[in-house]
């Protein structure tokens, strides 16, 4: 096999590549969990969810496209099984029952949150441990589109627990720059 020549060593290449297996087994977890909620969700939001979750699992499939490739890029090769997603990721599944809506859109906040923390983390090692500017970047961009996802999750169930004692959830309050109209 020809060498591969491009400036990282292959335990540079080897250490990130580990790092992004890892973002894909979570990335792939949360896809699934995603597509099972756009399938099961009812109640009143279900078009919403439905099709948010529509979108975001689109987008995710190209992300776990992306850092398979990528992986490959560097030399290795992909988690590609169910098995190896459970071995290599941290998302925990959701079990047989079917939440309700509110509780599928928490668990998901929370599961793009800790993908969220890995990211950052990782995007700090591709480019402190192994100098892989790369990886970093291309970390950086997933990171923050699970930020957006994650907000607009969050933006379903922010005021539910205001609602939730019969108090109308507070206006939230908008800061304005001083001298701007
Ligand atoms: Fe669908």
Partial sequence: MRKINIGLSEEQRSGVSELLNSDLANAYLVLIKTKKF???????????????????????????????????????????????????????????????????????VDDHEEI?????EHVDQASEKFSDEGTADFLTGLMEQHEEMAWMLRSFIEGESLASDGNKPSAAKIPVEAGSN
Wanted: hydrophobic fraction near 45%; charged fraction near 20%; avoid cysteine.
């Fill in 116 to 120: 969220i923390r890995n990211l950052r």
């Fill in 38 to 108: 756009h399938w099961d969700v009812v109640g009143p939001q279900f078009r919403s969810l439905h099709l948010l979750w529509e979108e975001q699992y689109q987008a995710l499939t190209a992300n776990i496209d992306a850092l398979a490739e990528r992986v490959r890029t560097l030399g290795f090769f992909p988690v590609g099984t169910a098995a190896g997603f459970l071995k290599y990721g941290s998302i925990k599944e959701q079990s047989d029952n079917i939440p309700l809506a509110t509780e599928m859109v928490a668990q998901l």
